[in-house]
């Protein structure tokens, strides 16, 4: 049973994030990559990690999504744009990318039957809270306080720019462009 819906969580995963890929809409593209998160939480639940699978809904399912939206909407891209590729070479080379990644992912899961599965501690602490927190506020503390930042700075930078855009749209408006 957990490999049946293993493989519906993993399914509903990929092909969420192949849709978020190729929406044209950059709207639907953040909805995509919502069904993805909500897949990948149920995947955590299946590790046995509630812990886990809670914090995937409400960090990235909720807080993220909700930025990641605010942004789209607050830059107008969600209008869909009819212009020609202009690096025709992105498409190919994305497919040719993938499929390389599918297939180490392939070959890495064929080659984990062979391997031993790590047991005792390492398991048993897996998606513990105390656990996680320890990590997070002493081994990783750095990498934790640098994404803060980068966020932060990339929601001025969308403030800044829709500010500017305004300005240039306001100045040609009243010297008739």
């Known amino acids: 049973m957990d490999l049946a819906l293993f493989l519906i969580a993993g399914a509903v995963a990929l092909i969420g994030a192949v849709a978020m890929l190729m929406a044209r809409n950059a709207v639907h593209s953040a909805l995509f990559l919502l069904l993805n998160f909500a897949a990948i939480a149920v995947l955590f639940l299946l590790l046995q990690s509630p812990f886990l699978f809670a914090i995937q809904l409400t960090v ?83 990498p934790f306080q640098i994404t803060g930042v980068i966020l ?4 001025i930078g969308v403030v800044v720019l829709n500010q500017r855009g305004r300005q240039s749209a306001e100045s040609g408006q009243a010297t008739g462009d």
């Open 152 to 155: 932060l700075i990339a929601v």
């Open 60 to 142: 990235y399912a909720g807080a993220i999504m909700v930025l990641f939206l605010f942004v789209v909407m607050l830059l107008g891209a969600e209008q869909v744009e009819d212009t020609p590729d202009r690096i025709a070479w992105q498409r190919p080379l994305g497919l040719l990318l993938g499929l390389a990644l599918l297939a180490v992912a392939v070959i890495a899961g064929l080659r984990t039957g062979t391997t031993p599965l790590p047991g005792g501690e390492a398991v048993a602490t897996f998606g513990n809270p105390a656990s996680l927190g320890a990590l997070l506020f002493t081994r990783y503390m750095l």
